[in-house]
């Protein structure tokens, strides 16, 4: 497709299960960036993929998130353990590094 | 490191002009300045960037001072479909990181 896209759209799981997020980015872009939203908040930085490499994920919460992109292209974000203040969008953006984002439509995670 | 302040929200009507200024004192020399739209459950989407004194596209333009410190969105005769969150964005560091502030709500009204 064009654009960047991010499967499941929704996703409901219960505490303690595992989850993963996927985001398909524009062919060719190099930059990858992973997102968390909360109702009436500001897109919260996760992690930052440069080609398969992990540049920054200072933005990860704690060990239970971890998120690869072993080709360059495609990239899962794993939730273990969920827990109820996981729920959230998570945004997924990718870039040819310009500073102009491109994003997905989100995985909107919720957990019972 | 870069930080980003904006205003929380603004009310305007339909035809005006709408200005949203966004403060970040500490943006490195060569880094750029971008603006994003989001509607509702929707990610955000790319308005406007620009480097330094003015960028203008279809949708709106871009004032920067010669300082840097700050920037200025300007929506020109806003629509009731201009109503949504807007925010400025500057890397906030060298490394790529890219951080979104809290962002400005903005409400057209009829």
């Known amino acids: 497709g064009a654009g960047v896209s991010q499967t499941p759209s929704n996703k409901v799981t219960e505490k303690g299960k595992y989850v993963e997020l996927r985001c398909d980015p524009i062919?060719?872009?190099?930059?990858l960036y992973w997102y968390r939203q909360s109702l009436g908040q500001g897109p919260e930085f996760l992690i930052y993929f440069q080609g398969t490499g992990a540049a920054d994920d200072s933005g990860l919460p704690n060990d239970r998130f971890f998120a690869v992109r072993p080709e360059g292209s495609v990239s899962t974000l794993k939730i273990q353990r969920t827990e109820r203040g996981d729920s959230a969008v998570y945004l997924c953006a990718s870039s040819f590094g310009t500073g102009e984002l491109f994003f997905g439509e989100g995985s909107r995670l919720t957990v019972l | 490191l870069a930080k980003t302040t904006q205003p929380i929200s603004m009310d305007s009507y339909e035809g005006q002009e709408v200005n949203i200024t966004c403060s970040h004192n500490?943006?490195?020399?060569?880094?750029?300045i971008t603006w994003y739209q989001q509607f509702p459950s929707q990610g955000p989407r790319f308005i406007i960037q620009?480097?330094?004194t003015k960028v203008t596209n279809e949708v709106a333009s871009l004032f920067i001072p010669a300082d840097r410190k700050s920037s200025t969105l300007s929506l020109p005769r806003v629509s009731l479909s201009d109503t949504a969150v807007y925010y400025c964005l500057v890397p906030y560091n060298q490394g790529g990181k890219l951080i979104f502030g809290q962002g400005t709500e903005l409400s057209v009204k009829p």
């Open positions: 500490n943006i490195a020399t060569n880094d750029y």
């Open positions: 620009g480097y330094k």
């Open positions: 062919s060719g872009h190099t930059a």
